[in-house]
């Protein structure tokens, strides 16, 4: 079983859609999950941590289900700037990132 | 200013030669990695240094050499570059090994051919 698993995509969605990743992690001992995005041919950057009780900003919400190993990150009102490539991602022992391979997100108008 | 910065931003080589990807953060950061990315958008781990210190050196070929002058600093010598170095570079830095929030370069796109 991979480390982390994403549906790589895309996904194709019209301007105010609402969507929704998940990731599948196997590390049962991780601490610590984190949404990036990555725009085309830029670097990753942090969308958000993502917490047992689950956080909110704004449009985004991410979810933890350590029972299931899974994170989820829905996105509500989609835009055209949210178009980008999602990655999500745990933490390893020794403080290094271990990344699923992105869920590409194409927003339409 | 550029927290995490590193240069150059594309390198074109010629197999066989010898290169390096300099990377410099100004966020007062002890740990920095080097990530890679192929062709296929697989990020992952290569190197990470806490304070000067290698703290996880993954299944590379050693003609990768990191090189930490100070905690500022993580620079990636590459000897006799191969077809399949061709990939995207990440410097990134975290505060410590603990906090695995990164923060990451604009990347460096290596093309060998």
């Known amino acids: 079983r991979k480390e982390v698993e994403q549906d790589p995509g895309p996904f194709n969605v019209p301007e105010g859609a609402t969507v929704a990743f998940n990731c599948t992690y196997s590390?049962?001992?991780?601490?610590?999950f984190f949404w990036y995005r990555q725009d085309c041919r830029k670097e990753p950057k942090l969308l958000m941590s993502?917490?047992?009780s689950g956080n909110e900003d704004g449009r985004f919400t991410a979810q933890l289900n350590r029972a299931s190993q899974y994170i989820s990150l829905l996105i509500r009102d989609s835009k055209l700037s949210d178009s980008a490539t999602y990655l999500c991602?745990?933490?390893?022992?020794?403080?290094?990132?271990?990344f699923g391979k992105g869920t590409k997100l194409s927003v339409k108008p | 200013d550029t927290a995490v910065s590193q240069t150059p931003k594309y390198l074109v080589t010629q197999m066989g030669n010898d290169k390096s990807i300099k990377c410099e953060q100004n966020?007062?950061?002890?740990?920095m990695y080097w990530y890679k990315q192929d062709s296929k958008k697989f990020l992952k781990i290569m190197f990470s240094?806490?304070?000067?210190?290698?703290?996880i050196n993954e299944t590379v070929p050693n003609r990768f050499s990191p090189k930490s002058p100070d905690k500022a600093h993580l620079n990636l010598h590459i000897n006799s570059l191969e077809l399949g170095d061709s990939a995207v570079y990440f410097c990134?830095?975290?505060?410590?090994?603990?906090?695995?929030?990164?923060?990451f370069g604009q990347g460096t796109r290596l093309t060998v051919v």
């Open positions: 240094y806490n304070n000067k210190e290698l703290i």
């Open positions: 993502v917490y047992s």
């Open positions: 991602a745990y933490g390893g022992s020794q403080g290094n990132l271990i």
């Open positions: 990134a830095s975290s505060q410590d090994p603990r906090d695995t929030e990164a923060f």
């Open positions: 966020l007062g950061h002890d740990t």
């Open positions: 590390n049962s001992a991780s601490q610590s």
